[in-house]
């Protein structure tokens, strides 16, 4: 069964898997002694320790080993904001940054600390002049994603790091998507990432900190890991994610272009076989292995577990896969089609008879999925179009107020208008975005007794 996750959690690569196993033998005892075991616990730790700086591009004494990327994500933000506190109490993010960050982010401004987030063009990337806008003379600290998580998008962190620097503002990177697929853009200052992104086990975390970086560590105080991390390190688990950050950074020049290529198939060929399909995410600037798509008038939960059935294992933002009802915030800060997405990341050692099947069977899929929704073939006009039209999708989920649109639109003629009411949160993104994909104007949202109406005037 083709498994096209791997942004959320990559398979354990076979060295991660070796090395776990050698390491439960020889590094079980505590690191912190000075007998035998605790000296061959403390020799695995520090070699995986400089394996892992070598591959971040750090000193070994500015790594730290934690519970996971979220724990370094977490940690960083909080130590380095309570280290420049007499600076100020101002955090700059973009809109679009991991769940983790923007956590982080809402806790410090509930802490009466102020937040700026910098939007994104609709490929998902900021632009280094609105970043460096955003930074003022009280930013404690700035963070910004290598790469987006849902579509992809790399950022310019190069050019952005540069701006942070001019302004004397150390800038926080989550590398969790990129750091297995080769270096990360110098001038970052604290940097956080993720072993299970990597092909590494689950449980391990990486927070780098710079020499020079003002930071004071929140919580308890502890003597391990200089203090950033609680608790008794994972030695086995940190040799295996150390041993496979080294191998999957080998093979990844290699492997990238591999991947590149099958992605670029998705990439051209699912809008060629499926209709009315929006690709998300830069085209060029973007991950090797990832590619991010949304389909009109699908369900996106209902569209996963049609693709599982078919073998296929992927993921999506659509607000109907989200326990919280909303779409993707990567998604809604872009502007993009929500409804119907999927995200399929490909993991090493992906085929191209994988993608091959992949291709044959989403069309059949997603027909299936739109005919069980009653989504229109072709939109028939009215025998006598009226000026305009009221669409009552109250109390129901996207896709079914932006199929109830489409139904209805040719019953107006060109310069009449067609008002969906919609309680749905989906439906201010996805309504938009359907007019731009089908050439209508968006008039705008309007407020209602109930949820909110949608104007759309036709052009066409």
């Known amino acids: 069964m083709p498994y096209f996750d791997a942004a959320s959690a990559a398979p354990l690569h076979p060295v991660a898997r070796q090395a776990l196993l050698a390491a439960l033998d020889e590094g079980w005892a505590d690191p912190a002694r000075l007998y035998r075991e605790g000296r061959r616990a403390r020799l695995l730790l520090d070699a995986a320790r400089e394996a892992a700086a070598e591959a971040v591009g750090c000193r070994p004494d500015e790594l730290a080993f934690t519970s996971s990327g979220t724990r370094a994500v977490h940690s960083g933000i909080s130590g380095a904001l309570a280290g420049r506190r007499r600076v100020g109490r101002h955090l700059v993010v973009s809109a679009v940054e991991h769940s983790s960050v923007l956590h982080a982010a809402a806790d410090h401004e509930s802490r009466d600390g102020s937040v700026t987030e910098v939007e994104v063009d609709r490929s998902g990337a900021v632009t280094p002049a609105a970043y460096g806008a955003a930074l003022r003379e009280d930013t404690a600290l700035a963070c910004l994603q290598s790469a987006n998580h849902e579509v992809g998008t790399e950022q310019p962190v190069a050019e952005v790091a540069g701006l942070c620097r001019d302004a004397g503002v150390p800038l926080l990177v989550d590398a969790a998507q990129s750091l297995g697929q080769g270096p990360v853009p ?275």
């Open 186 to 460: 110098g001038g970052w200052s604290l940097l956080a990432a993720s072993a299970h992104k990597w092909g590494g086990p689950a449980g391990v975390g990486l927070l780098a900190v710079r020499k020079g970086v003002r930071f004071a560590v929140q919580g308890p105080a502890d003597e391990r890991e200089s203090g950033r991390a609680a608790g008794f390190e994972n030695i086995p688990a940190i040799v295996a994610a150390a041993a496979s950050l080294r191998a999957v950074r080998a093979e990844a020049a290699a492997e990238s272009v591999r991947l590149r290529a099958l992605v670029e198939r998705i990439r051209s060929r699912v809008p060629a076989l499926v209709p009315d399909v929006e690709v998300v995410g830069d085209p060029v600037r973007r991950l090797p292995h990832l590619v991010t798509f949304s389909c009109l008038y699908v369900d996106g939960e209902t569209l996963l577990h049609e693709l599982d059935r078919a073998g296929f294992s992927v993921s999506s933002g659509s607000s109907c896969t989200s326990s919280t009802l909303t779409p993707s915030h990567v998604l809604k800060a872009m502007g993009v089609l929500s409804e119907g997405n999927v995200r399929v990341s490909l993991p090493a050692g992906t085929t191209e008879e994988d993608v091959d099947r992949f291709l044959d069977v989403l069309p059949g899929v997603v027909a299936g999925v739109r005919e069980k929704l009653g989504a229109p073939a072709a939109a028939a006009p009215a025998a006598a179009p009226a000026a305009s039209l009221v669409v009552d999708a109250l109390g129901r989920r996207c896709p079914i107020p932006v199929i109830e649109l489409a139904k209805v639109i040719a019953g107006v003629p060109v310069g009449g208008t067609v008002t969906v009411l919609s309680d749905d949160e989906a439906a201010r993104l996805d309504i938009p975005a359907w007019c731009a994909m089908r050439e209508q104007e968006y008039v705008g949202e309007e407020p209602a007794d109930r949820g909110s109406a949608y104007v759309v005037r036709r052009l066409s």
